[in-house]
Nanobody, 124 residues
């Protein structure tokens, strides 16, 4: 069965950096697009970034563009989210997800499987 395990979350000061990882198993990783979403307390889950199957094409939410970078290593079945210049408003639980298709997607219904999430807290 599909398994996704996120890691790398934690507490960081504003302006700092974190790198999230999501190790995937149970499917042919290189066939599917991957995405990161986040959910802050009291808010709906929102799109953060996506990468298509080869890693050549990416998509970002406007709120993180220029600060976050999504990448993937198909040999390791892992997707990453490098987060720089973090702000308190980036505080959320971050989820990685497997897309139903091979391209970049921004909507939740376009993703079939979700990890349990990892907490990111940015202090001011």
């Amino acid at each position: 069965q599909v398994q996704l395990v996120e890691s790398g979350g934690g507490l960081v000061q504003a302006g700092g950096s974190l790198r999230l990882s999501c190790a995937a198993s149970g499917f042919t990783f290189s066939n599917n697009g991957m995405g990161w979403f986040r959910q802050a307390p009291g808010k709906e889950r929102e799109f953060v970034a996506a990468v298509e199957r080869s890693g050549a094409w990416t998509s970002y939410a406007d709120s993180v563009k220029g600060r976050f970078t999504i990448s993937r290593d198909n040999g390791k079945s892992t997707v990453y989210l490098q987060m720089n210049a973090l702000k308190p408003e980036d505080t959320a639980v971050y989820y990685c997800a497997v897309a139903a298709g091979s391209r970049t997607y921004t909507l939740e219904y376009q993703y079939n499987y979700w990890g349990p999430g990892t907490q990111v807290t940015v202090s001011s």
